[in-house]
């Protein structure tokens, strides 16, 4: 009869247990949630003032692009319309009331095109997300490739040759890196196209591009945590087992290491999202970074700020996943 009762007992304190793991669990991503919407928001309001702000008057500009810019626009027309797109009203009012559309889903119309705002970002979404996937898993792969290789080679002249191949990426800009892949694979080399979109020969050079940078900080990292792994009093205990240096390094440092690289991988998506704005117009691709430039430069306000609606929501969602990955990586590591 007492095996009965602990046995109930165990079984109750064990689903009270996993209850409140999941309450835990939902509490973490109520909260993360809600810094996501933060960012979301943060982000929709700094890019609205900054164009506000910005001297320039947009229907000014639309009615010089529909005339060729060979003449001054008519005020008339100007305040028509201004009145049209509501840019006649308030500063507060055109922002409270292009927030609670974009809370409705309602993103207004392109003031350059007249097109829904949705349409206009749908349309250039996929080549952005093909360009920035392809560069994330590029830009993850070489990175960690130079940081095993650098903790693989027995050399210390190639050792810290590798090691110092994270500093120099990162300080390369992105246009010049782009330029220089354009020079040597295209040019010289003919073996990929230089400019373009829609193939996969046309998405090699600038996914590539994007990759360098995106690889810096992921080898850095990586390098260093694996260093400290093979280092530390673990490494020596294994060494003394007689661990061969390649399986210490493969099976037993790099999973401890590839955590910090899995935080700064969600960190990297907002930088990838950036650097499309430079890669799309070296390249002369279509996708989220030319329709950014071009939103700008005729102060579009609804489609700049849908693209940076998606862009955070992306860049939120990113990091969201990254949290939620961290337990599966290493069980020690709970949310709560």
Request: charged share 10%; aromatic share 8%; no cysteine.
């Amino acid at each position: 009869m007492s095996i009965e009762v602990a046995t109930a007992v165990q079984r109750r304190d064990s689903g009270h247990g996993r209850r409140i793991g999941l309450g835990r669990r939902n509490t973490y991503v109520a909260r993360r949630l809600g810094y996501a919407a933060f960012v979301i928001w943060a982000a929709y309001t700094l890019s609205w003032l900054l164009l506000f702000l910005l001297p320039s008057n947009a229907a000014e500009i639309m009615l010089r692009n529909i005339s060729g810019g060979s003449s001054a626009a008519d005020p008339a027309a100007i305040a028509a319309l201004e009145q049209k797109y509501g840019l006649d009203r308030p500063p507060l009012e055109q922002y409270l009331t292009l927030l609670l559309r974009a809370l409705r889903g309602d993103l207004g119309t392109s003031v350059d095109t007249g097109l829904p705002v949705t349409t206009v970002v749908g349309q250039a979404v996929p080549s952005t997300l093909q360009l920035g996937a392809a560069g994330l898993v590029l830009g993850t792969a070489l990175g960690l490739a130079i940081a095993v290789a650098a903790n693989l080679v027995r050399r210390p002249f190639l050792r810290n040759a590798l090691f110092a191949v994270p500093p120099l990426f990162s300080s390369l800009p992105t246009f010049f890196v782009g330029l220089l892949l354009i020079q040597f694979f295209a040019f010289r080399l003919g073996w990929l196209p230089p400019i373009g979109s829609g193939s996969t020969s046309q998405l090699v050079l600038p996914a590539l591009t994007l990759a360098i940078p995106t690889s810096a900080g992921i080898a850095q990292v990586t390098a260093t945590s694996l260093h400290a792994g093979i280092r530390s009093p673990y490494g020596d205990y294994l060494r003394a087992r007689g661990v061969p240096h390649l399986r210490m390094v493969i099976r037993h440092a790099l999973r401890t290491a590839i955590i910090p690289a899995t935080t700064l991988l969600g960190l990297s998506v907002g930088g990838i999202l950036a650097g499309t704005v430079v890669v799309e117009t070296v390249f002369s691709r279509q996708g989220l970074g030319r329709l950014l430039q071009t939103s700008v430069m005729q102060q579009d306000i609804p489609v700049v700020q849908g693209v940076v609606i998606f862009s955070a929501v992306i860049y939120a969602v990113a990091n969201l996943i990254v949290d939620m990955v961290y337990p599966k990586i290493d069980p020690r590591i709970t949310i709560g």
